[in-house]
């Protein structure tokens, strides 16, 4: 399957990676070789077939949403890498 | 001295000869000699293992029996150990330190087992060999020029050099089981929901299992017996039946099993001497009464495709977590952006393998290509699943190789990710089906050590333990360890 560049610089900014341009290339050659490799799933009949998300089939169960013990503030900081008053603190957004 | 069977040293310590303060002072000796070549190991607390030791020896004293009860056992470094760094093979949890135990941990905490070190692993589990960790691969310890077989690389090495007589990797889509088999040892990949994933970092959640390592089945069991269950912290997680045949294994009657041989598995690809090795293992059981009967597991050739598709695709989200926010690495931006600042620290935290498989994954997940790759991936999976239903309807267990060939040396797949990925080909349908699965050695050829691979329905994870008990009650290959000197 054909792979372009532009593809490999889509997927990177999606996935939030700043890719190095001597790593395009490669990630390019990579991603197209895996995806010719897997046109071996177009041989199979898939219609009506059901999905299989989860382990051994099951549906993925779900609980109440009730509130419980979890971290504190102080541990859910302890390895922010910068933090002030008791927020994460980030470069600006906008 | 080398720490290598459980069970000699489980009934050593209950009868009072020995302590836990010594074992695990023993346990540090040995990887101060050896760890500088073998480099299985990335963080240890000796004085709080130490002193944990010495509650177990106090334990012990007062009476108090458990089948891990003042133990060593090494942890996967993608296991959370409160206290401990914890960075899953990568750079880019640089500084992190583990704020809570993982169920499977704190389990074994509660049982008296001791963690003494956390183990080399490739980036966040993503690999085949051991190469792929940021901090140098872990070597294998019958032949230190060739690779120890990954992601739990660490692991598995602690335990085939007697770091400790127990350890905890991941498997994915093979990685206890891989380098289970290129070390001798023997590994267990659960039924998916036998062990709780709670603190584990995940990889891809619907195939990430928690798998214990050991010299035999039995020994394995011990540890094993006291992590399974349910856990209110991990919704998938699931009770098993049997677990109370746990802590005294005894070997399966094998008069009449039936030992399944997928055709699928037995191709050109295969190297000989694994082959004439299972061949040798299937007289074995045959011995004690077992038969063989061919089985097709007719969509093993999607099975690889399959779960590149899923397994990329999971890992393209699970690792979005990883940006520079709330822990682990920071690189600033130039502009003072936080779009930039999370680009340039994961670009800069992980490493080439980690990125393929994000970039991948993002493409699989991304719009137009959804239903052509992941949503195809999700039904081709649930034909792989009712393969194995049907052939356990002709078997009680099946029998394969777990890898084509044995160990190879360091850089002979690197260059080429597809060729590393075929490496998994005997071990990704069980773990896309969620299927309980263990490697076992079974000899060598060339020198190296070769596993066999059993599989069993799901929930039988007791049963297919006992059976590998009888297999090892009747051989000694599990016996050999690697000849080593500091």
């Keep these: ?94 | 001295m080398a720490l290598g069977r459980a069970m000699g040293w489980r009934r050593s310590l209950d009868s009072g000869d020995l302590s836990s303060e010594s074992l695990v002072r023993a346990a540090f000796d040995r990887i101060r000699a050896l760890d500088g070549t073998l480099h299985a190991i990335l963080a240890t607390d000796e004085a709080r293992s130490l002193d944990l030791a010495r509650k177990a020896d106090a334990r012990l004293r007062a009476g108090e029996r458990s089948p891990v009860l003042g133990l060593p056992i090494v942890l996967k470094d993608n296991l959370h150990w409160s206290g401990l760094p914890m960075t899953c093979g990568s750079r880019v949890l640089d500084g992190y330190v583990a704020p809570y135990d993982a169920t499977v941990v704190g389990r074994l905490l509660e049982a008296g087992a001791i963690p003494i070190a956390k183990a080399n692993l490739d980036e966040f589990a993503m690999g085949s060999s051991g190469e792929y960790s940021a901090f140098g691969p872990a070597r294998n310890p019958w032949d230190p020029t060739r690779v120890p077989g990954g992601s739990s690389s660490g692991s598995v090495v602690a335990v085939a050099a007697g770091y400790a007589p127990l350890a905890l990797g991941s498997d994915t889509g093979g990685s206890v089981r891989l380098p289970a088999s290129f070390c001798n040892v023997t590994a267990l990949r659960p039924t998916y929901g036998v062990l709780s994933r709670y603190g584990l970092t995940a990889m891809a959640s619907s195939l990430d299992q928690v798998g214990p390592i050991a010299a035999t089945a039995a020994d394995l069991a011990l540890a094993f017996g006291v992590m399974a269950g349910a856990d209110p912290l991990d919704s998938t997680s699931v009770d098993l039946p049997g677990t109370e045949r746990l802590a005294d294994l005894q070997p399966l009657d094998l008069e009449g099993l039936r030992i399944g041989l997928p055709e699928e598995y037995f191709t050109d690809g295969l190297e000989p001497g694994v082959r004439e090795l299972l061949d040798a293992a299937l007289r074995v059981f045959e011995g004690r009464g077992a038969r063989r009967v061919p089985v097709s597991l007719p969509h093993t050739r999607y099975a690889i495709d399959t779960y590149y598709l899923l397994c990329t695709s999971e890992v393209s989200s699970n690792l979005s977590r990883f940006d520079g926010v709330r822990y682990g690495l920071r690189v600033p931006s130039s502009d003072g952006g936080l779009p930039e600042m999370m680009a340039r620290t994961r670009d800069a935290g992980l490493g080439d393998e980690v990125k393929r498989r994000i970039l991948l994954g993002t493409f699989c997940l991304s719009k137009g290509y959804y239903d052509a790759f992941y949503l195809k991936a999700l039904k081709a999976r649930t034909l792989i699943a009712e393969d194995f239903r049907a052939a356990f309807a002709q078997a009680d267990i099946l029998a394969s190789p777990v890898s084509p060939g044995t160990a190879f040396p360091f850089g002979a797949k690197t260059a080429d990710p597809m060729s590393m990925y075929l490496a998994d080909v005997f071990t990704v349908p069980t773990a896309l089906a969620g299927l309980p699965c263990l490697s076992m050695p079974a000899g060598f050829t060339g020198g190296l050590p070769v596993g066999i691979q059993l599989i069993g329905p799901a929930l039988s994870d007791v049963r297919l333990l006992e059976a590998a008990h009888a297999f090892q009650s009747l051989t000694r290959h599990h016996l050999e360890t690697p000849t080593l000197s500091a």
């Design chain 1, 1 to 94: 399957m054909d792979v372009t560049r532009e593809d490999v610089l889509r997927c990177a900014t999606l996935a939030h990676l700043s890719l190095c341009e001597d790593e395009v290339e490669p990630m390019r050659l990579a991603m197209a070789q895996m995806l010719t490799h897997a046109a071996s799933l177009d041989e199979l009949l898939l219609d009506g077939v059901e999905p299989m998300p989860a382990g051994l089939g099951r549906p993925l169960p779900r609980r109440e949403d009730e509130p419980r013990d979890a971290f504190t503030q102080a541990q859910a900081l302890a390895n922010a890498p910068d933090q002030d008053r008791g927020l994460f603190v980030v470069p600006k957004v906008l």
